[in-house]
């Protein structure tokens, strides 16, 4: 479910979602901030927020995107690059000054965009399930998905001119994003919990508003191949040899292109799917540690 925990921050006047673990901020500790995927709230790091073994020695910081959770801003219109400002702006406000970033999938893009924005105050980042390209068709001869045809429908069935205030978001909609995200790791439950998170999330005028533009900037968000040279912090990126969303061909190309990082490597994870977190929790500690020292 949505954090229950929120913090005000200049950038379109918006109101982020987040958890702290342990419930502070121990300034004898390194910060990871976590970026969510899709349509996924705070919730989707509990094993990650949850565990005493990462706990003890990091903070970790989970974030809610602009259309994500608790999240909220003044304008109907926003981007990955808004949601990168607002996390830069949030880690301010609670006092992280410098920190790693892991985003997974669309969490990607916004921690290259907050090492391109402040690259003074991100330590490392942490790229999983992703892609640095946009959406784009030379991406799809490599194995991406196309979100577009899928996205098409449903964001002129979320158009209206006049306010919905019974919209309840559709199994239509809930049960392919579950099933691109969990792959061979779902289960009843989780398909159950995050069923019933999105519907929670996604309700009422504001929900269906909010969804719209969350799917639209995924539908159409612009590509980073030119930039990423421009970042310098190491980047460690992971995917999974079952993701259906990314594959494993463009993530090989684009490691190459942070030409300027201090370090660049990728790992696959054998039997991975999209929501890598999920799948091989495991896998991910082990990378955190990696990353953040």
């Given at each position: ?68 959770g ?30 790693y ?10 921690v ?33 998905w ?5 996205a ?6 979320w ?35 995050w ?5 929670k999330?996604?309700?009422g005028?504001?929900g ?21 040279g ?5 980047v ?22 942070f030409?300027?990082?201090?370090e660049?490597?990728l ?10 977190s999920v ?15």
């Amino acid at each position: 479910m949505a954090s229950t925990q929120t913090i005000q921050v200049p950038h379109l006047d918006a109101t982020v979602g987040f958890e702290l673990s342990n419930g502070k901020l121990d300034p004898a500790k390194p910060t990871l901030v976590l970026i969510v995927p899709f349509c996924a709230t705070v919730e989707y790091y509990r094993a990650q927020l949850d565990s005493p073994k990462l706990t003890e020695k990091i903070n970790l910081l989970a974030v809610e995107l602009l259309g994500h959770g608790a999240t909220t801003c003044a304008s109907e219109h926003f981007t990955y690059w808004d949601s990168a400002l607002v996390t830069l702006q949030a880690m301010q406000g609670l006092g992280v000054s410098k920190a790693y970033a892991l985003g997974l999938s669309q969490g990607g893009w916004v921690v290259a965009r907050m090492a391109l924005l402040a690259p003074e105050r991100i330590l490392g980042i942490l790229a999983m399930a992703t892609s640095m390209d946009s959406e784009s068709a030379d991406s799809r001869t490599k194995g991406c998905w196309d979100p577009a045809p899928f996205a098409s429908p449903f964001l002129q069935k979320w158009s209206s001119s006049t306010p919905n205030p019974d919209f309840v978001v559709g199994d239509d909609w809930i049960q392919p994003v579950l099933g691109l995200g969990l792959g061979s790791a779902s289960t009843p439950a989780a398909v159950e919990y995050w069923s019933e998170s999105i519907r929670k999330v996604y309700s009422g005028d504001q929900g269906r508003r909010r969804l719209r533009m969350a799917t639209l900037n995924l539908a159409e968000r612009d590509g980073l191949l030119f930039r990423i040279g421009d970042i310098k912090c190491p980047v460690h990126w992971y995917q999974g040899t079952e993701d259906p969303i990314y594959g494993t061909i463009v993530p090989q190309e684009h490691i190459k292109l942070f030409t300027g990082s201090s370090e660049a490597k990728l790992n696959f994870i054998e039997g991975g799917v999209h929501f890598l977190s999920v799948s091989h929790p495991k896998e991910v500690e082990e990378a955190i540690f990696e990353m953040v020292h």
